[in-house]
């Protein structure tokens, strides 16, 4: 099978990243932070280190696990939220749009989502323009998961700082396959999952912070600590992490960026599949390709000319052996400026482990499929 849905997930995982999973799965899972015994100890180690190597990673203060991006943009969204008004982006992804949308219908909040110029790339100052005095967060998704349009994250940045508004990122489709550090970022909250860019495993999520930014609790339960009080505790990371946390998934997260950093020659080979992949795409008759400009070269979506998106990918699965994502790509106000809402689009996400053979493949098939 071809699989062109790492933007979704990535099924391939490198050999170290599997042998730590399964390694932390049989002697290491116990429950960290929760008792005195020798096994909670190693698996609170564990975790430990792999606060550790996010931070490194990612250039960040403290990093707070939960199940997956979503669950953090959850944390961040609600656990930031107050009466005023949020600015964010039409390229966001229902996990940032839908706890917004949640909060307005609370009556909590207004939000402006910006939309990029004729070039399909956010302008940072239109992100100004829709600063107001009472705009407390600019919600930014780093890479969109539809078009891969890249965000000037660090231009934001530096609106966030003149104007003292918090600064969230969605690092879910940038962690991975670019240097990503908040530093030079200038954002107070990051969150991704390993289990994309990284080839980590499903079932973990990280929440990055830098500085001492708010955050209230969203979730509530036990978290090892003050179990005296009935109150959540509110110290990070531990006050934001309730429950049992996947102490095999933080030992494979180890695993993941300690590959990453040994093989950033990959990040180059992907470039220049993903331009491959585009440029053969873009050739062919009938095919409509979005985002031209600033875009991660690893996705391609597109449309066939009179042809629905998931009758594509329906051809693709069953006679090409091909797994592509169609449909709408969680992101509704993205399909609704590229005005694909009604056929929704077809996305092909590559990753390190996919080859310039799989691309040609992919490209013939697009052509016959497009005849
Ligand atoms: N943000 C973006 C831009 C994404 O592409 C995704 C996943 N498609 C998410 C957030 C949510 O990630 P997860 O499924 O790991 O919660």
Same mark, same amino acid.
């Given at each position: 099978m071809i699989y062109f849905d790492n933007a979704a997930t990535t099924l391939f995982k490198p050999e170290c990243v599997i042998k730590a999973n399964d390694y932390a799965t049989r002697k290491l899972s116990a429950n960290s932070g929760r008792g005195s015994h020798s096994a909670s100890v190693k698996a609170a180690a564990v975790i430990y280190e792999a606060r550790k190597a996010v931070r490194d990673y990612v250039g960040c203060d403290e990093v707070i696990f939960g199940f997956n991006c979503t669950d953090m943009l959850n944390t961040v969204i609600f656990g930031t939220a107050r009466r005023g008004h949020v600015v964010t982006t039409v390229y966001e992804h229902n996990s940032i749009l839908r706890p917004l949308q949640e909060l307005k219908n609370r009556g909590l909040i207004t939000f402006t989502a910006v939309e990029p110029d004729r070039h399909g790339v956010i302008d940072p100052r239109d992100i100004e323009r829709a +600063?107001?005095?009472? @705009?407390y967060l600019l919600a930014i998704n780093h +890479?969109?998961?539809? @078009?891969?349009a890249v965000a000037p994250v660090a231009q934001i940045g530096a609106i966030a700082r003149r104007y003292g508004i918090l600064y969230l990122v969605d690092g879910a489709q940038s962690v991975g396959y670019m240097d990503v550090n908040m530093r030079e970022i200038g954002c107070d909250y990051l969150c991704f999952s390993?289990?994309?860019?990284?080839?980590g495993t499903q079932g973990i999520g990280c929440l990055c912070v830098k500085g001492n930014p708010p955050l209230n609790a969203f979730k509530f339960g036990g978290?090892?600590?003050?179990?005296?009080?009935l109150e959540q505790p509110t110290d990070i990371p531990e006050g934001f992490e309730c429950g049992t946390l996947p102490v095999a998934g933080a030992f494979a997260l180890i695993a993941a960026i300690n590959y990453r950093k040994k093989n950033a020659h990959e990040v180059r080979n992907l470039a220049y599949l993903g331009e491959l992949m585009r440029s053969e795409l873009s050739k062919i008759t009938g095919v409509r390709l979005y985002?031209?400009?600033?875009?991660?070269?690893?996705i391609a979506c597109f449309n066939i000319d009179g042809m629905d998106a998931a009758v594509v990918g329906d051809i693709l699965n069953e006679q090409y052996d091909t797994a592509v994502r169609c449909g709408l790509h969680c992101a509704p106000l993205c399909h609704r400026y590229l005005g694909t809402l009604d056929t929704g689009a077809v996305r092909a996400s590559l990753s390190y482990h996919n080859t310039e053979r799989e691309v040609e493949f992919f490209v013939k098939a697009i052509a016959e499929i497009a005849k």
């Open positions: +600063v107001r005095s009472d @705009t +890479v969109s998961n539809v @078009t891969g390993p289990h994309k860019g990284l080839h978290t090892g600590t003050a179990s005296n009080s985002g031209k400009y600033n875009v991660m070269p690893n």
